[in-house]
Nanobody, 121 residues
Framework: VQLQASGGGLVQAGGSLSLSCIAS???????LGWFRQAPGKDRDFVAA???????AYAHFVTGRFTISRDNAKNAVYLQMNLLKPADTAVYYC?????????????????WGQGTKVTVSS
């Protein structure tokens, strides 16, 4: 399966962006996630969602970001509100065959190309 992320851009602090990720194959039974990587830093877990709609979030986005999915479209979304300059990064969507929600990037076997988010102060 191939994943295609979109929706990044430049936004002022306090603003919002909505990311989308469309898969080329059937991901309806997979956990889908979002990760991000800031310049010079490791890739960090952001959020994940199971087929059931169960979700997990990194502590630094809880209450500001919302992950959702559309199983019929093989799509996953990330609504980002109250953005901060610290949220500046390349955001990646990913798929894991794990049946359980996981924050471990090593368990995700398909990745999108990334979409850049820049938050200005």
């Amino acid at each position: 399966v191939q994943l295609q992320a979109s929706g990044g851009g430049l936004v002022q602090a306090g603003g919002s962006l909505s990311l989308s990720c469309i898969a080329s194959g059937d991901t309806s039974n997979n956990v889908l996630g979002w990760f991000r990587q800031a310049p010079g830093k490791d890739r960090d877990f952001v959020a994940a969602i199971a087929r059931s709609g169960a979700t997990a979030y990194a502590h630094f986005v809880t209450g500001r970001f919302t992950i959702s999915r559309d199983n019929a479209k093989n799509a996953v979304y990330l609504q980002m509100n109250l953005l901060k300059p610290a949220d500046t990064a390349v955001y990646y969507c990913a798929r894991t065959r794990s049946a359980l929600l996981t924050t471990n990037a090593a368990l995700y076997d398909a990745w999108g190309q990334g979409t850049k988010v820049t938050v200005s102060s």
